[in-house]
């Protein structure tokens, strides 16, 4: 079982807050991915799930086991007593050592026997394909191979929960993509609980059961990848997940829901859309629309120029710009193709209502 619950969680240092009362549900096997710019807080809130830091407000429990307990004065449990494994984006792999004995070194400080050592790091070294590379010093290893000695060294323990600290930023985007598959794979197959922090969305949405997106020590939404990318809860998520397009709408404060559960607004000032019903007063918000629910229409009211055409091979990126409108982008294949300085129309598929 790795089930882990975090429950006002807050981190402060003097009158700066860095983490801000965060709730985090995990259920066991699941995983999870922390996602935000730097400095919003992600790692500080891994650092004190493994006790390298200490909160000063809330709760973390892993299964029924209290970890820390600031308002109740509870002495948080060590890290090593945690049952829990850690990937650092250095890897931290020890160059002069065998990948045996790098794998072995966290069973050896509990004093396992020989025979289990043996037993254990041949298992986990299966596990993470680098079997037959057990005699090989660490510093002839590819980086792709250290991300795999660190990650065997970590599921050593037979954790309940691994911990990863942006562990494929330090690689080339081939090895990224293999080594996402690989993380998918030791989650499946070993049923373990994984917390992985990063700030490459990619990363966030393919490997991850659910995603907590955090701006400024603030959770912003906390939901499936699937959620973030259709229903973002606010602009900044709408951006930083899939980079949509954000452009004014307007509606009225007593907007009523139809019979598909939809509502009228207005985009731009000329535009009508029937967006998903929000129980919202406001009249004033924004639309976030992806870029492959815009499509060319001459017979369209919303006018846009073209201000950038980027040739991309089987698709064309333009930017445009319309009254009122930040710049947005439109998506199409190579059938559509218009000069920069050109005027088009553009039709909306597909939006979401959102007040900020």
Same mark, same amino acid.
């Given at each position: 079982?790795?089930?882990?619950?975090?429950?006002?969680?807050?981190?402060?240092?003097?009158?700066?807050?860095?983490?801000?009362?965060?709730?985090?549900?995990?259920?066991?096997?699941?995983?999870?991915?922390?996602?935000?710019?730097? /400095?919003?807080? &992600?790692?500080?809130?891994?650092?004190?799930?493994?006790?390298? #830091?200490?909160? $000063?407000?809330? @709760? =973390?429990?892993?299964?029924?086991?209290?970890?820390?307990?600031?308002?109740?004065?509870?002495?948080?449990?060590?890290?090593?007593?945690?049952?829990?494994?850690?990937?650092?984006?250095?890897?931290?792999?020890?160059?002069?050592?065998?990948?045996?004995?790098?794998?072995?070194?966290?069973?050896?400080?509990?004093?396992?026997?020989?025979?289990?050592?043996?037993?254990?790091?041949?298992?986990?070294?299966?596990?993470?394909?680098?079997?037959?590379?057990?005699?090989?010093?660490?510093?002839?290893?590819?980086?792709?191979?250290?991300?795999?000695?660190?990650?065997?060294?970590?599921?050593?323990?037979?954790?309940?929960?691994?911990?990863?600290?942006?562990?494929?930023?330090?690689?080339?985007?081939?090895?990224?993509?293999?080594?996402? /598959?690989?993380? &998918?794979?030791?989650?499946?197959?070993?049923?373990?609980?994984? #917390?992985?922090? $990063?700030?490459? @969305? =990619?990363?966030?949405?393919?490997?991850?059961?659910?995603?907590?997106?955090?701006?400024?020590?603030?959770?912003?939404?906390?939901?499936?990848?699937?959620?973030?990318?259709?229903?973002?809860?606010?602009?900044?998520?709408?951006?930083?997940?899939?980079?949509?397009?954000?452009?004014?709408?307007?509606?009225?404060?007593?907007?009523?829901?139809?019979?598909?559960?939809?509502?009228?607004?207005?985009?731009?000032?000329?535009?009508?859309?029937?967006?998903?019903?929000?129980?919202?007063?406001?009249?004033?918000?924004?639309?976030?629309?992806?870029?492959?629910?815009?499509?060319?229409?001459?017979?369209?009211?919303?006018?846009?120029?073209?201000?950038?055409?980027?040739?991309?091979?089987?698709?064309?990126?333009?930017?445009?710009?319309?009254?009122?409108?930040?710049?947005?982008?439109?998506?199409?294949?190579?059938?559509? #193709?218009?000069?920069?300085?050109?005027? =088009?129309?553009?039709?909306?598929?597909?939006?979401?209502?959102?007040?900020?």
């Amino acid at each position: 079982m790795g089930k882990l619950s975090i429950r006002n969680l807050t981190k402060s240092y003097g009158d700066h807050t860095v983490v801000n009362k965060v709730n985090i549900e995990v259920d066991d096997s699941q995983l999870l991915t922390i996602v935000g710019p730097s /400095g919003c807080g &992600k790692t500080t809130i891994l650092r004190m799930i493994a006790g390298f #830091i200490e909160p $000063t407000g809330g @709760q =973390i429990y892993l299964d029924d086991k209290l970890l820390v307990d600031v308002e109740n004065r509870i002495a948080p449990i060590a890290p090593e007593k945690r049952n829990i494994g850690m990937v650092f984006q250095s890897y931290a792999v020890w160059p002069h050592m065998k990948v045996f004995d790098n794998v072995a070194y966290p069973l050896k400080l509990r004093k396992v026997s020989k025979d289990e050592i043996k037993s254990e790091v041949m298992r986990v070294l299966k596990v993470v394909h680098l079997e037959g590379l057990e005699n090989r010093m660490a510093h002839e290893l590819s980086g792709g191979q250290q991300q795999r000695v660190a990650l065997a060294r970590a599921l050593v323990m037979k954790p309940k929960l691994l911990l990863l600290d942006e562990p494929l930023s330090n690689l080339d985007a081939a090895l990224r993509e293999e080594m996402r /598959g690989e993380i &998918k794979e030791i989650q499946r197959t070993q049923h373990i609980t994984i #917390i992985n922090v $990063t700030h490459d @969305q =990619i990363e966030a949405m393919t490997m991850s059961d659910r995603v907590a997106v955090v701006r400024k020590g603030v959770l912003e939404q906390f939901a499936s990848p699937y959620e973030l990318y259709e229903e973002p809860v606010n602009t900044f998520v709408a951006r930083f997940i899939g980079s949509a397009n954000i452009l004014p709408a307007t509606k009225k404060a007593d907007a009523v829901r139809d019979s598909d559960g939809m509502m009228d607004v207005m985009v731009a000032g000329c535009y009508p859309l029937k967006v998903p019903y929000v129980d919202s007063k406001n009249e004033q918000g924004f639309v976030a629309v992806r870029t492959h629910h815009m499509a060319p229409n001459e017979a369209s009211p919303l006018k846009a120029h073209i201000r950038r055409a980027l040739y991309q091979g089987s698709q064309i990126e333009y930017y445009l710009e319309a009254p009122g409108c930040e710049m947005f982008r439109l998506l199409t294949d190579v059938s559509f #193709i218009q000069p920069e300085g050109a005027d =088009i129309a553009v039709d909306i598929t597909k939006a979401v209502w959102l007040d900020e």
